[in-house]
């Protein structure tokens, strides 16, 4: 599955400052991840957005947004926003949030080589 390339750039110039950032493909299409924990996504043409469940479930009462619902089950704290809800400084307060829940969780435990 493709994902939006003009959004993937968006969403790196809002995310660009931020240490300990990385790209994955995933999902059938890209994951940020800050110090190994996914905060945001594309796939198609939507963000992907991990929030924690407060925060997402607060979400998905605007506009634009439904649930992450990828296995067909929908994902608990995280949700889709269209791109209808990206524009203007829209994008960047959704990405603000994710970074933000991101930044709260503990750090990642090394994986152990056997």
């Not at 493909?25 to 407060?54: P, Q, S, T």
Request: hydrophobic share 40%.
């Amino acid at each position: 599955m493709a994902y939006d390339e003009g959004l993937a750039e968006r969403v790196r110039e809002v995310v660009a400052a931020e240490t300990g950032l990385s790209e994955r493909k995933m999902f059938g299409g890209l994951a940020f991840m800050l110090d190994g924990h996914m905060c945001c996504g594309i796939v198609a043409g939507d963000l992907m957005l991990r929030l924690g469940a407060e925060r997402a479930d607060e979400a998905l009462g605007r506009p634009h947004v439904r649930p992450m619902d990828f296995t067909g089950r929908p994902m608990r704290g995280m949700v889709y926003a269209a791109p209808e809800g990206l524009r203007g400084a829209a994008l960047r307060r959704w990405l603000e949030q994710a970074i933000a829940h991101a930044r709260s969780l503990p750090p990642k435990q090394p994986k152990r080589r056997r």
